[in-house]
């Protein structure tokens, strides 16, 4: 069984910056893929960023794009997420999630239980 759980999320203001993190514990699994997604209020879940584990290749939304960076920490076990100028839009519920396969969104195979993100104006 695998666990992924999320810290880091919080209330800033518009501008500023915020760094989720998401550690993976259990054994028995290996990703090959690791995905942020986020959820806000009456919309659709939408991913964010994801991370191939082998060779570290990333994808992102085109509205984070230059904004938003996704790592993996092998000695911690952590994918993290450091998310810069902050807009409004970001508020959300934020994911982690791990998949055995690629990084398309059906793929994922273990979730995390979430971290909210405020961004206010």
């Known amino acids: 069984q695998v666990q992924l759980v999320e810290s880091g999320g919080g209330s800033v203001q518009a501008g500023g910056s915020l760094r989720l993190s998401c550690a993976v514990s259990?054994?028995?699994?290996?990703?090959?893929?690791m995905g942020w997604f986020r959820q806000a209020p009456g919309k659709e879940r939408e991913g964010v960023a994801a991370?191939?584990?082998?060779?570290?290749?990333?994808e992102y939304a085109d509205s984070v794009k230059g904004r938003f960076t996704i790592s993996l920490d092998i000695a911690k076990n952590t994918v993290d997420l450091q998310m810069n100028s902050l807009k409004p839009e970001d508020t959300a519920m934020y994911y982690c999630?791990?998949?055995?396969?690629?990084?398309?969104?059906?793929?994922?195979?273990?979730w995390g239980q979430g971290t909210q993100v405020t961004v206010s104006s």
């Open positions: 259990g054994s028995g699994y290996s990703a090959n893929c």
């Open positions: 991370i191939y584990t082998g060779g570290g290749f990333t």
């Open positions: 999630a791990a998949a055995r396969g690629t990084c398309a969104s059906d793929d994922y195979d273990y």
